[in-house]
């Protein structure tokens, strides 16, 4: 079996294409627009002749088209991610996150993919940013091809994997003056092998499929790492709590407790 992972240099590509490889898959293709990217982990997997290697943009469809070729599954994690960023960018969000999207949908079906699976964001539920607007869309478009398409489209929502490049704990470990919006604002908690399982789990279907997660205060996790932030306040494009579904939501889901916390960044 040949899986296409999009963004696949990312922290998600590395662990998923990992997890494929030791499941002892064959063919799996890095499709991602930085080469230096490509050529790291192209290093850090010793050159494993079971990885493919494609430099494309998910705005470029013929390339898609092309990367796509002989390919059965499709993993869709390539997106412009960062809040702040759309909240200048927008158009620039809305190439990529959404007009990607459609390009994914039109060249798997050009090429005969069984199945796609796009990744989104709790971001994405009752969206206030950019980001998390433009993600709410392309599930939408996704899920709707599954009418008119013959790939299977499924979509998986969570909220940022604990320890993922661009995420607090990275940030916080390597900053000298870490910086908080809010002590009392509320995050989901999850791992990247849970997050790289349920994307897994969700090929071949045509769902959106939303995990049940703890979640965490963010002056528990600064407490955990031993941290004192300096208090910066909510931007106008940020959330207090983020929420998945109705009724599953970081500030009513069950809270880690500070050691809870401090135990599982042992392994982030």
Not at 64 to 85: F, P, T
Not at 191 to 216: R, S, W
Not at 227 to 246: A, F, Q, R, S
Request: aromatic share 6%; with cysteine.
């Amino acid at each position: 079996m040949s899986i296409l992972i999009t963004g696949g240099t990312g922290s998600f590509g590395n662990a998923c294409a990992r997890k494929l490889l030791d499941r002892g898959h064959t063919r799996i293709c890095i499709y991602s627009r930085g080469e230096h990217a490509q050529a790291e982990m192209r290093e850090q997997f010793g050159d494993d002749q079971r990885l493919r290697w494609f430099v494309g943009d998910v705005r470029d469809r013929d390339r898609l088209r092309r990367a796509m070729m002989g390919v059965d599954n499709v993993i869709h994690a390539a997106a412009l991610k960062r809040i702040e960023v759309g909240k200048y960018n927008p158009i620039e969000m809305v190439k990529t996150n959404v007009h990607g999207a459609i390009n994914i949908i039109e060249a798997a079906t050009d090429a005969g993919v069984k199945s796609v699976v796009g990744l989104s964001s709790d971001k994405a539920y009752q969206p206030i940013s950019a980001y998390g607007q433009t993600k709410a869309l392309s599930e939408s478009l996704f899920l709707a091809a599954n009418d008119t398409h013959w790939p299977r489209f499924a979509v998986t929502r969570y909220g940022n994997v604990a320890g993922s490049r661009g995420s607090v704990i990275p940030l916080w470990r390597r900053v000298e003056n870490p910086r908080i919006t809010d002590p009392e604002c509320t995050r989901f908690w999850m791992t990247m092998d849970d997050a790289v399982n349920l994307v897994l789990g969700a090929a071949g279907t045509d769902e959106l499929v939303i995990p049940k997660l703890p979640a965490f205060r963010l002056g528990d996790l600064a407490e955990a790492m031993n941290l004192t932030p300096e208090v910066v306040g909510l931007g106008d494009y940020e959330k207090k709590h983020e929420g998945m579904e109705d009724g599953n939501t970081s500030d009513t889901a069950r809270r880690m407790s500070v050691d809870e916390l401090r135990e599982a960044l042992e392994n982030v």
